[in-house]
């Protein structure tokens, strides 16, 4: 399994933008379908988006297309995060997770590796 840490949460005002990033342990990053996942106080664990373990492809939950960019950087075992145009409805814990599975890999049991997870607060 990869161990992974997420950083880059924080609070910011509606309409601001954050940039979140995920670093992975070991060699075999590059193997792995990568997701972000967000859990808001009371609610489950949500997928928000996902890249291909090359980087080629991407998917989005519909509350983050247009306002949130994945990408990852396998040279420098990190997956990263871009969020523009914030509101209150994106206050969660944001977690990176890793998936040796193929396809659409959009639900928790999808995910094999989880970190810590990154508070983003969202004022408004």
């Known amino acids: 399994q990869v161990q992974l840490v997420e950083s880059g949460g924080g609070l910011v005002q509606a309409g601001g933008s954050l940039r979140l990033s995920c670093a992975a342990s070991?060699?075999?990053?590059?193997?792995?379908?990568m997701g972000w996942f967000r859990q808001a106080p009371g609610k489950e664990r949500e997928f928000v988006a996902r890249?291909?373990?090359?980087?080629?492809?991407?998917d989005y939950a519909d509350s983050a297309k247009g306002r949130f960019t994945i990408s990852r950087d396998n040279a420098k075992n990190t997956l990263y995060l871009q969020m523009n145009s914030l509101n209150s409805a994106d206050t969660a814990v944001y977690y990176c997770a890793a998936s040796r599975r193929l396809g659409e890999v959009r639900t928790t049991s999808d995910y094999d590796s989880w970190g810590q997870g990154t508070q983003v607060t969202v004022s408004s």
């Open positions: 070991g060699r075999t990053f590059s193997r792995y379908i």
């Open positions: 890249i291909s373990a090359a980087g080629l492809s991407t």
